[in-house]
């Protein structure tokens, strides 16, 4: 495990973790130039058990014992895989805020497969529209991973699975549950999506507080044998287009007057619901 000291803190192998902004990392003009970190040796092993190409290593020395055997099945498929080591105090000013167990990994962001390829053999899916916060990006995903769901689809204006705090809040279940993006940048993504999600055979459900939301029970949607649930943004809810698009409209029997529950929770809700038995 040959270790890089770093001390030059303009050190270009330093960019991805403290001076690239997300858009700069994502690099949609440039995919194979595209990034994501990962942040403690948990999150890092399922990045890595994903298949993601790691690129690098940014770590305190402390912790080096602990990740050393992670570090070595990284650098079996890596060989020359960078390990920077930095001091606690240039850390934590470099990345802005107390690392987790101090350790940082950057990789190069997978290829996201067709929606089509995606579903095949799927039978119950989540879509996230236009979820514009990235704790509940995150901890959508933890519960579609500990839930039993196949597949995530997120629109084209959902906030990314792969930015660092989605990562972090999911745990590392952005690696465990397939997703993919549905619909065209700039388009309204249910004019294709929903018409396709019907043609893979699936039911759709939006989620949403309307006056003719059926139960979550109601056997038409939890006993479908493919469902796709589709959840929107707090507050604005899902689009009225999508809402309309979708076989039925959804909500969750709610007791002492409250109404509605924060998105992520509610989608844990919906998941166990309408699990496969």
């Avoid at 948990?42 to 305190?60: D, M, N, Q, Y």
């Avoid at 050393?68 to 080591?85: F, G, I, K, S």
């Avoid at 707090?234 to 007057?257: N, S």
């Amino acid at each position: 495990m040959p270790l890089i000291y770093v001390s030059d803190w303009e050190d270009e192998r330093l960019d991805a973790y403290a001076r690239l902004t997300e858009v700069q990392l994502r690099s949609r003009l440039e995919p194979e130039r595209a990034l994501f970190v990962a942040e403690s040796p948990k999150v890092i092993e399922r990045a890595f058990a994903s298949g993601a190409e790691p690129l690098s290593v940014l770590t305190e020395e402390k912790w080096l014992e602990g990740l050393a055997p992670l570090v070595r099945a990284m650098e079996q498929r890596v060989p020359d895989l960078p390990v920077l080591v930095a001091p606690h105090e240039a850390l934590q000013s470099l990345t802005g805020y107390e690392l987790t167990r101090g350790a940082l990994a950057a990789f190069r962001r997978p290829s996201l497969p067709a929606p089509e390829a995606l579903l095949a053999g799927a039978r119950r899916v989540a879509v996230l529209e236009a979820i514009t916060n990235h704790t509940n990006v995150g901890a959508i995903f933890r519960s579609a991973a500990a839930l039993g769901v196949d597949a995530v689809l997120v629109t084209p204006d959902c906030y990314d699975p792969l930015y660092r705090r989605a990562v972090r809040v999911s745990m590392g279940c952005v690696f465990q549950v397939p997703w993919t993006r549905i619909g065209q940048e700039g388009a309204f993504w249910a004019t294709e999506g929903l018409p396709l999600l019907k043609e893979l055979g699936f039911t759709t459900a939006a989620m949403a507080l309307e006056d003719d939301s059926m139960s979550l029970d109601d056997e038409r949607v939890s006993g479908a044998s493919k469902l796709a649930l589709v959840f929107g943004t707090e507050g604005e809810g899902l689009d009225p287009r999508t809402i309309a698009g979708c076989d039925f409209t959804v909500r969750i029997p709610m007791a002492h007057g409250v109404d509605s529950l924060n998105v992520a929770a509610a989608s844990a809700v919906a998941f166990w619901e309408t699990r496969l038995r």
